[in-house]
């Protein structure tokens, strides 16, 4: 694990070495279960939050087909309209609506969280099909507070485990008490 960060809606990941990432947050298809430990990531990008906005009202937008790309210089993260279609925004840059392959978003985009960034977790198809929402891509909210490993980060690795470290307040999930003060084992 290279750090451990925290979003805006109290979210908190754990980023690999790897650029993959575990989040501890409720799961974004089943709101108020609580937040569980989701499955890691097959990559993880950051980009400005605002940024990160414009993208994810585009890939979801289920009017278009499109694709969460790379640019060429691998600088920027792109929308690519995958389908022609017609234009959804009161942009000038298409008027008569767009082309398959033409870029419809683009933000700088980081390998590394930082205060500031969103990150956008790829688990599956980068693709959005007319009348899909792109269900392998869950964009994060804004990141309030990175904690590098070490130091005052509260993660010890080798001593606790990924849900613990995620766990900003160490809280036990229940279990049972081995020796209580009286009587025998007892449940919490």
């Known amino acids: 694990m290279h750090s451990v960060f925290e979003g805006a809606r109290g979210s908190l990941y754990a980023h690999h070495n790897a650029g993959k990432t575990t989040a501890y947050r409720e ?3 089943m709101p108020g279960t609580g937040k569980k430990l989701q499955d890691p990531s097959a990559r993880t990008l950051y980009v400005p939050s605002d940024g990160a906005e414009d993208l994810m009202r585009t890939f979801k937008n289920k009017n278009i087909a499109t694709e969460l790309v790379p640019s060429k210089d691998g600088k920027q993260l792109q929308v690519r309209a995958t389908e022609p279609g017609k234009n959804y925004w009161t942009s ?3 008027p008569n609506g767009f082309k398959a392959g033409d870029i419809l978003t683009s933000v700088p985009v980081s390998g590394k969280p930082a205060v500031g960034m969103a990150p956008i977790e790829l688990f599956g198809s980068n693709k959005s099909p ?3 929402k792109g269900s392998g891509v869950h964009f994060g909210s804004e990141i ?3 904690l590098p490993l070490g130091g005052n ?7 606790d485990n990924l849900q613990h470290s995620l766990n900003p307040l160490k809280l036990a999930k229940g279990g049972m008490i081995v020796k209580p003060l009286i009587g025998n084992n007892k449940l919490i």
């Open 153 to 159: 980060s509260g993660y010890r690795p080798g001593v």
């Open 130 to 132: 007319i009348g899909s």
């Open 27 to 29: 799961p974004s298809d």
């Open 144 to 146: 309030m507070r990175v």
């Open 92 to 94: 000038k840059d298409y």
